[in-house]
């Protein structure tokens, strides 16, 4: 069973389009994470919510805005897409909000903005 | 600027060597850690070392911490195709935060 799902795993959409991507955990942990992934690689974290509470919230443009109907699932919805939004969106879980414990990721959504 | 950056960017080694990634960071830390990512996958953690620790194994990874000097190493014993794969390190910083900053990884092709 996979740990940390997400769907989709590829997303291809026009400028200004509004999409939303899907984070499933079945590990039980209470934290949960969206991190960016640009074209050199550089990982970057964007939100994190402990049991549906937001608790990081970088400097990210507030197109985005994520979603936890529980603790299990962290969705990211994203306004009036732009072509710097290209990216790989890696969902994540961990099993302590302070950083103490690692860090499950799942595989990945590619989105490419034409 | 970027807390961790890993060196060399890029490594191509033969199987069975050995190979070693090291990570420098600026600002003290709470703990180090690294993790690995194949092409096309996700990040998988491999090992989480304290700021109070030196030296942590498992199985075929050793990793090194020295604090004074703000740098970490990884090192992967007897290396075989399937760690051919980006690794990372993430450092958590000290004095109570709670999110990881990910240096910009090593590349590492381990060649039959």
């Known amino acids: 069973d996979t740990a940390v799902s997400q769907t989709p795993k590829y997303l291809v959409t026009q400028m200004g389009n509004d999409k939303s991507i899907k984070c499933e955990q079945n590990?039980?942990?209470?934290?949960m994470y969206w991190y960016k992934q640009d074209s050199k690689k550089f990982l970057k974290i964007m939100f994190s919510?402990?049991?549906?509470?937001?608790?990081i919230n970088e400097t990210v443009p507030n197109r985005f805005s994520p979603k936890s109907p529980d603790k299990a699932h962290l969705n990211l919805h994203i306004n009036s897409l732009e072509l710097g939004d290209s990216a790989v969106y890696f969902c994540a879980s961990s099993a302590a909000r302070d950083g103490q414990q690692p860090q499950h990721f799942g595989d990945g959504t590619r989105l490419s903005i034409l | 600027s970027q807390q961790g950056e890993e060196d060399p960017q890029a490594l191509s080694i033969q199987e069975g060597e050995n190979a070693t990634m090291n990570c420098s960071y600026k600002?003290?830390?709470?703990?180090l850690q690294w993790y690995r990512q194949n092409s096309g996958r996700g990040l998988v953690h491999l090992i989480l070392?304290?700021?109070?620790?030196r030296e942590k194994h498992s199985g075929r990874l050793r990793v090194t911490l020295d604090t004074s000097k703000k740098s970490s190493s990884l090192l992967i014993t007897a290396s075989r195709a399937a760690d051919t794969a980006s690794y990372f390190c993430?450092?958590?910083?000290?004095?109570?935060?709670?999110?990881?900053?990910f240096g910009t990884g090593t590349q590492l092709k381990v060649e039959l």
């Open positions: 070392i304290r700021s109070n620790e």
């Open positions: 590990l039980g942990h209470d934290t």
């Open positions: 919510y402990n049991n549906k509470e937001l608790i």
């Open positions: 600002t003290s830390i709470n703990n």
């Open positions: 993430a450092t958590l910083l000290g004095g109570g935060g709670n999110k990881l900053t």
